[in-house]
């Protein structure tokens, strides 16, 4: 079975920076894509972040561009998301997700079979 862990959410100044982690169990990361989305209350689950299997190939929320850095260690089973100068409506629960094996990048919630618990971020004004 595989299993996501995310970390790093927390409660942070609007101007502030986090750095949220999705660690995979077992050998279930390798020449995966790995993706980042958010959900606010009330809202659907968005695209935030996506990175292809080999860290080659980046692709982001064009609102979100310049802002937000996703990058993988694999050696660590490990993707980050690195969130500079964070706005109140960045508030929401972040979650990571597996894509498509040696795939492309996708936006698309529904290429994604395995997701984490997701972790809140709040960002106060």
């Known amino acids: 079975q595989v299993q996501l862990v995310e970390s790093g959410g927390g409660l942070v100044q609007a101007g502030g920076s986090l750095r949220l982690s999705c660690t995979a169990s077992?050998?279930?990361?390798?020449?995966?894509?790995m993706g980042w989305f958010r959900q606010a209350p009330g809202k659907e689950r968005e695209f935030v972040a996506a990175?292809?299997?080999?860290?080659?190939?980046?692709d982001y929320t064009e609102s979100l561009k310049g802002r937000f850095t996703i990058s993988r260690d694999d050696a660590k089973n490990t993707v980050y998301l690195q969130m500079n100068s964070l706005k109140a409506e960045d508030t929401a629960v972040y979650y990571c997700?597996?894509?498509?094996?040696?795939?492309?990048?996708?936006?698309?919630?529904?290429?994604?079979?395995?997701w984490g618990q997701g972790t809140q971020v709040t960002v106060s004004s």
């Open positions: 077992g050998r279930t990361f390798t020449n995966y894509a």
């Open positions: 997700g597996r894509g498509p094996w040696i795939g492309e990048l996708t936006a698309n919630p529904n290429r994604y079979d395995y």
């Open positions: 990175i292809s299997w080999n860290g080659g190939s980046t």
